[in-house]
């Protein structure tokens, strides 16, 4: 294990956050990063430095894949995504009492396959988390997670360089601060963005739609309009507070507030919004049909 890998370990082991999310490039392997963390909340006997004993009841137990405040959700292997049934199925544990350990942990596995429902329900539990629970939730999509979730959890981004578990190499250095959390797939550079939004400023209801979906995935409309809308959000804060938020999108939402007008802004944060719910609502109705129906 790296140092920095160590030293991000103990940060998260030390801090009082009950929700994080792991993400990194899949070879900087975030699952198993996530259960070494996982384990180690789970462990009776931590040694110096946060390593594991690998022999007590909880080590013993996990090995065996049968610790009963460990609770794993992933995709099955005949779905496309992460099913709200298996968020459903998880409540009891989720509101239970520990039984051996002083905590319990959910760990959610490629969080981004957790479809739109799954990600509301998870939500509840996410805005009030019970005291003993802790979630971790991994991904390397960080971007396909609705922004009201990602609102909710501590962002620890792995960087393969010196986040490595499985060798002893030392590595100076800090926590990757990758700002580029943008979907990709959507657009990846702010100049393209920039654009985007001058275009979608003079548009309204439908045509904003027609805009967004004309050369692209239609599946990934949901995800731009969330991240559309989040930035917007952000850009009209600006306009008022005049202070920058965190987010991997502050600068972009800087130079969008100077460029549009406010209600312009506020103007496009309305006609986005209802289409936003009404998709969520009805996600598994015909594409062409929702959007058909938004005529305003
Ligand atoms: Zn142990």
């Not at 981004?157 to 700002?179: F, Q």
Request: hydrophobic share 35%; aromatic share 8%.
């Amino acid at each position: 294990m790296t140092e920095e890998l160590r030293k991000l370990i103990n940060l998260i082991l030390e801090g009082k956050t009950s929700s994080m999310l792991l993400s990194g490039k899949p070879f900087s392997k975030p699952e198993k990063i996530a259960l070494y963390i996982a384990q180690a909340f789970l462990c009776d006997e931590l040694k110096i430095n946060n390593s594991l004993c690998d022999e007590c009841q909880s080590c013993n137990l996990l090995s065996a894949n049968s610790h009963p405040d460990f609770k794993v959700i992933e995709r099955s292997k005949d779905r496309t995504q992460i099913q709200i049934q298996q968020i459903r199925d998880a409540t009891n544990f989720i509101y239970s009492t520990p039984l051996i350990s002083g905590t319990k942990i959910v760990l959610i596995l490629n969080a981004d396959e957790l479809n739109f429902f799954a990600q509301d329900t998870l939500l509840k539990s996410l805005e009030e988390p019970p005291k003993n629970l802790k979630f971790i939730l991994t991904t390397s999509k960080p971007y396909k997670l609705k922004p009201t979730v990602l609102s909710r959890l501590t962002h620890y981004k792995l960087n393969p360089d010196k986040h490595v578990l499985s060798s002893d190499l030392n590595n100076d250095g800090s926590l990757e601060n990758n700002t580029n959390d943008f979907p990709e797939e959507c657009w990846n550079q702010d100049g393209k963005i920039m654009k985007v939004f001058e275009d979608l400023a003079s548009l309204k209801g439908i045509e904003i739609i027609n805009f967004l979906i004309k050369d692209k995935d239609k599946d990934t409309l949901l995800v731009k309009l969330n991240w559309l809308s989040k930035i917007i959000e952000e850009s009209i804060l600006i306009h008022f507070t005049e202070t920058l938020s965190d987010t991997p999108f502050a600068q972009l939402s800087k130079e969008i507030k100077n460029t549009i007008d406010l209600s312009a802004l506020i103007n496009l944060y309305d006609q986005i919004l209802p289409v936003i719910n009404s998709l969520q609502l009805n996600e598994n109705l015909n594409y062409d049909f929702q959007t058909n129906g938004f005529n305003y």
